[in-house]
């Protein structure tokens, strides 16, 4: 079965350094995500993707996060100044346009730890 | 207030015998759907229901929807040691773009 890859599985930084979260979405997917989640906590919506460009964002993604489809394959994220409270379990996703492709798959998740 | 709120946030059960889960959201909802997620690991599709539908079932899974509760559960019958897993309801809201808002979780434990 098809599968959203995420590397690395673990990221280990230093407060104020760039981090640059990498995904393979699923190939004929069109639809693009980023979600992360904190310790014990819900899973937040940062953004989606759609068409090379930001179809959504949520308060969380400020101006100190982008995202980029550099080829036809990969999905980044870049957090360009972590902080502390960017540690999180960060998740991509990717879904479908038909209407039966509503469900996310979800990549195992980069776990980003800023020290 | 939270778009999704489960309860319990946590359970334990006997193996054999039925999980249920509910979620509440507070907005109209294109459609609703269920994730399982296993410690530390990506959350997987289980579930979705629309919200023109009331009940739906997969396998072992039964879900229902109640739009005018804004509410929904999930069934698990039969339970097993592997079922062991954080669950969340996610919603697709009406005009909401394609993001799905998840809920708070339900921590299911199955003991042996």
């Known amino acids: 079965e098809p599968e959203v890859t995420q590397t690395p599985s673990h990221q280990v930084t230093q407060m104020g350094q760039e981090v640059i979260l990498r995904c393979v979405p699923i190939s004929n997917h069109l639809y693009f995500y980023w979600y992360r989640q904190i310790l014990g906590q819900k899973v937040e919506f940062l953004v989606s993707?759609?068409?090379?460009?930001?179809?959504?964002k949520s308060e969380i993604f400020d101006d100190q996060f982008s995202v980029e489809r550099p080829d036809g394959s990969n999905f980044t994220l870049k957090i360009r100044s972590t902080k502390l409270e960017d540690s999180a379990m960060y998740f991509c996703?990717?879904?479908?346009?038909?209407?039966?492709?509503?469900?996310?798959?979800f990549g195992s998740g980069t776990q980003l730890s800023v020290l | 207030s939270q778009q999704g709120e489960e309860d319990p946030q946590a359970l334990s059960i006997q193996e054999g015998e039925n999980a249920t889960m509910n979620c509440s959201y507070k907005?109209?909802?294109?459609?609703l759907q269920w994730y399982r997620q296993n410690s530390g690991r990506g959350l997987v599709h289980l579930i979705l229901?629309?919200?023109?539908?009331r009940e739906k079932h997969s396998g072992r899974l039964r879900v229902t929807l109640d739009t005018s509760k804004k509410s929904s559960s999930l069934l698990i019958t039969a339970s097993r040691a592997a079922d062991t897993a954080s669950y969340f309801c996610?919603?697709?809201?009406?005009?909401?773009?394609?993001?799905?808002?998840f809920g708070t979780g339900t921590q299911l434990k199955v003991e042996l």
């Open positions: 996610a919603t697709r809201l009406t005009g909401g773009g394609n993001k799905l808002t």
């Open positions: 229901i629309r919200s023109n539908e």
């Open positions: 996703a990717s879904s479908g346009i038909d209407r039966d492709d509503e469900k996310l798959f």
């Open positions: 907005t109209s909802i294109n459609n």
């Open positions: 993707f759609y068409n090379n460009e930001i179809s959504e």
